[in-house]
């Protein structure tokens, strides 16, 4: 059984940086892309950035681009998403995931973590 789960989520000044973990057991973690998402307050859940498997491949939503960073570790199935320059607008749960059936929107993976709350005060 896939379980993901998210840590690192928190409150910070806006401005401010923060890095989420996600780490993955139940598979061969190497061999499968990875994606974080967000949702916030009265939104949708939206993509925000994907990594393939060999982290030869990275994708940004354009609201991030310049600002977050994805990357991975095969070796300890972890996924980070450091955060810098933080905006209000940035709040929300963030959400990893695999199985990803496309690097963008509308959100679609096979299995996604329980998330983790990131607020940014203005």
């Known amino acids: 059984q896939v379980q993901l789960v998210e840590s690192g989520g928190g409150l910070v000044e806006a401005g401010g940086s923060l890095r989420l973990a996600c780490a993955a057991s139940?598979?061969?973690?190497?061999?499968?892309?990875m994606g974080w998402f967000r949702q916030a307050p009265g939104k949708e859940r939206e993509f925000v950035a994907a990594?393939?498997?060999?982290?030869?491949?990275?994708v940004y939503a354009d609201s991030v681009k310049g600002r977050f960073t994805i990357s991975r570790d095969n070796a300890k199935n972890t996924v980070f998403l450091q955060m810098n320059s933080l905006k209000f607008e940035d709040t929300a749960v963030y959400y990893c995931?695999?199985?990803?059936?496309?690097?963008?929107?509308?959100?679609?993976?096979?299995?996604w973590g329980q998330g983790t709350q990131v607020t940014v005060s203005s």
């Open positions: 995931a695999t199985d990803l059936a496309r690097y963008g929107n509308p959100p679609a993976a096979k299995y």
């Open positions: 139940g598979r061969r973690f190497s061999t499968y892309d």
């Open positions: 990594i393939g498997w060999s982290s030869d491949v990275t």
